[in-house]
């Protein structure tokens, strides 16, 4: 019986149970899975972050364990433009293990390499890291969470000395007397999560969004600001422009809790507020209410997410907000604080445990000598035989099949082709591959390009851990075992470095000195022996897991890192005494506004921006294929304000072209006034046609690497 699962008694009936959480976005909403007769059902857990509640993505989770598309055999192309056909698994990993071991021999070691997922468990993303470092010896790993939360990441760091999403539990929003939501979309995101927010309006919080557009959440706020794409920064420094003018600081935690505040003050003195209603288009009366609301309370929360971050001045955007923060003396307060809103289900944990092309388990930087002797210790290898730094993300992507790049790429829990910028560009170069591998359950549309599909487990049938957007480490909990035919991702890992022992370097010498003498010790597919080496590997790092034990977990409602040990305390709060930053400090870093990557003009006149909807996650290669989803969000569309259709001559459910530079989109038009009339918006959840990404920049933050996703220059026409 899997772990954590109950096996009822009753001859005949045999209902399974499963406290777990919902496979889907950060909020990690806690869910009950119940087996009976074959069939799953989800009921909602009341956990803190969700509160009993759960959105239609959680409600419909279970269908995807049992559908028609599920993957149960791998699958190979025998020849380039040939059809996948099935294979045995002995098969696909001899075939996989010997393609990788002969571009290595004739390319080098970086020519292989691995791009993850937020949505792999802390386990998987942590063994898919030693795996390309060990296994592989190659520098080029990297995963989709770059295209989520790296901007919030790299700001976080920089002010701050660490990156955890909430420095505080969800439940500290309800306490605020103001909350600014960024843009953020939570209504419509992570639906539970507003429980918060009901909680902080009945006790008379105020909630002010900005947004470009009128969106569920703003719909339900007190003030709603709705500037231009790619203005935000703009708007933050106006803000604590006016709290300078108005004395509204708090001098004392400037002076005794921060550094580099002058520079930011002389800065912010030139950013003036008029001059941000220019640019943003936001009134001045509106920059001065926000400021006074956040400003003349007792406990005031800035939260940015996407909408701020996915800019090409992504990180210095958010550094705009952290400095208001700072200014305001909101870090380290009970019910005051910056914030990031973590999409991805392990979006928070997966950027901590070595998926990230510069990181080393524990949050650890792979360049620090000392992060480097660490943890190769942990790996029994030589710290000089662990490769350097990779690339982000998209420039990973974008040199694949290049003379320069690798040619061969392993992809866990990610569907690039419909999810990265530029997404035809990025087709392309998959397509120049001498090998795509993809580990996946469902046949998206990048495992349509593979030549080889490795079917793996879903959420309900493993174990493991996910740290959700408060830093709080969660127990993923198996209902079932996996079909026949079906392995999980750490085994998948485990069956390939058995077949590639002797390859890398590093990993020869493993097995010649290192503790570790065969493969399975090396890369064990068991979940908890993998957490256990996860533990002694993030020790002493800013993200300690090194008290987090399995046990821990279930005993409560999960343990918030840094932990480092498992007798002491866990971190729900952090920056309460100090920032752990080398003299204590938080960091003010003076940030200016500057234009989009890609102005408008006269060829493309209009702002292209990107987003969700409530029905779909992230690419929509699960949710697309559940019915009651598909039903509620049948497909792409192109929001369009009303002023703005009537100038195409565009009436409501005519397909429109939406073009950028980089290609196209087609979609039925969506009239709404909620939407700026200089600005359209189309989801990214669909491939094809639909495909926003299609269009989108591929301009990319020159600090955390996160592309524009938000804002691009185009022209709509009637199709
Ligand atoms: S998708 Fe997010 S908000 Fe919806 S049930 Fe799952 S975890 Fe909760």
Redesign the pocket.
């Known amino acids: 019986m899997t772990d954590g699962a109950r096996l009822a008694t009753q001859p005949g009936v045999r209902p399974r149970e499963a406290a777990t959480?919902?496979?889907?976005?950060?909020?990690?909403?806690g869910?009950v899975l119940r087996e009976t007769a074959g069939r799953v059902e989800v009921a909602p857990r009341d956990f803190p972050t969700?509160r009993g509640?759960?959105?239609?993505?959680?409600?419909t989770?279970a269908e995807l364990l049992d559908h028609p598309d599920r993957l149960t055999t791998p699958l190979l192309r025998d020849r380039p433009g040939g059809e996948l056909r099935p294979a045995s698994w002995d098969e696909a990993l001899d075939r996989v293990a010997g393609g990788l071991r002969a571009i290595q021999e004739r390319h080098g070691p970086d020519a292989v390499a691995v791009f993850g997922g937020g949505g792999l468990t802390n386990e998987k993303a942590y063994a898919l890291g030693k795996f390309a470092r060990v296994a592989l010896g190659t520098r080029h790993i990297d995963y989709n969470g770059r295209w989520c939360m790296s901007s919030a990441a790299a700001a976080g760091l920089r002010a701050f000395g660490v990156d955890r999403g909430l420095p505080f539990p969800l439940a500290d929003l309800g306490r605020a007397d103001t909350l600014l939501l960024v843009g953020a979309n939570p209504a419509e995101?992570?639906?539970?999560?507003m429980r918060h927010l009901a909680d902080q309006r009945e006790r008379g919080g105020r909630l002010i969004v900005v947004d470009p557009r009128l969106t569920a959440t703003a719909r339900q706020a007190d003030l709603h600001l709705q500037p231009l794409p790619g203005t935000d920064l703009a708007v933050a420094n106006a803000l604590l422009h006016i709290a300078l003018t108005e004395g509204w600081l708090d001098r004392a935690y400037v002076a005794d809790r921060t550094t580099g505040f002058d520079e930011v003050r002389r800065t912010v003195a030139g950013c003036w507020p008029a001059e941000a209603e220019r640019l943003s288009g936001v009134p001045v009366a509106d920059l001065e209410a926000t400021a006074r609301a956040l400003a003349t309370v007792d406990r005031a929360v800035i939260l940015t997410a996407r909408g701020a971050e996915q800019h090409a001045k992504g990180v210095d955007t958010v550094t705009a907000f952290i400095n208001l923060a700072l200014a305001l003396g909101l870090p380290g307060r009970p019910g005051s604080g910056y914030g990031c809103l973590t999409g991805q289900?392990n979006g928070q944990g997966g950027r901590e445990h070595g998926q990230k092309a510069d990181q080393l388990p524990g949050y650890r930087r792979i360049d620090d000598p000392a992060a480097r002797e660490h943890v190769a210790g942990v790996w029994g290898v030589d710290p000089a035989a662990l490769p350097g730094p990779g690339v982000p993300a998209y420039q990973l992507l974008d040199s694949l099949g290049t003379p320069h790049g690798p040619r061969a790429l392993l992809v866990f829990g990610s569907n690039p082709v419909v999810s990265a910028p530029r997404a035809a560009r990025v087709e392309s170069r998959l397509r120049d591959l001498d090998l795509l591998v993809v580990a996946d359950f469902l046949r998206s549309e990048t495992a349509d390009l593979a030549d080889v599909v490795l079917p793996v487990a879903q959420w309900a049938e493993e174990d493991g851990t996910m740290t959700n957007l408060e830093g709080r480490v969660l127990r993923r909990r198996a209902l079932r075992e996996p079909p026949p035919g079906v392995r999980t991702d750490l085994a998948v890992l485990a069956a390939l470095a058995a077949r590639l022992k002797g390859g890398a370097p590093s990993y020869r010498e493993m097995h010649n000195k290192g503790p570790f003498l065969t493969p399975e010790e090396a890369f064990p597919a068991d979940p908890r022996a993998v957490f256990a080496e996860l533990r002694r590997a993030s020790a002493g790092g800013p993200a300690d897991y090194a008290g987090v034990s399995w046990d821990r977990i279930d005993a409560d409602t999960g343990v918030f890192w840094p932990c480092p040990d498992e007798d002491g305390p866990d971190s729900p709060r952090l920056f309460t005494d100090r920032f752990p930053t080398p003299d204590g400090r938080a960091r003010f870093r003076a940030v200016t506004h500057r234009p989009a990557a890609e102005p408008v003009c006269a060829d493309y006149p209009l702002h292209l921006t990107t987003g969700r909807v409530l029905a779909h996650?992230q690419s929509g290669a699960q949710t697309r294929r559940v019915a009651a989803l598909r039903r509620a969000a049948p497909g792409g569309f192109v929001e369009l304000h009303p002023d703005l259709a009537g100038r195409l001559g565009v009436a409501e459910g005519e397909e429109v072209r939406v073009v950028s530079r980089r290609g196209e989109l087609r979609a039925p038009a969506r009239l709404s006034p909620a939407i700026r009339p200089d600005t359209v918006f189309a989801p990214f959840h669909w491939p094809g046609a639909a495909r926003a990404n299609s269009v989108t920049n591929d301009a990319v933050d020159p600090v955390s690497g996160m592309p524009e996703f938000k804002i691009c220059a185009v022209r709509v026409e009637k199709a």
Request: net charge positive.
């Open positions: 959480h919902c496979p889907y976005c950060a909020l990690q909403c869910m969700n509640g759960l959105c239609q993505k959680g409600w989770s995101t992570m639906p539970p999560l289900g996650y």
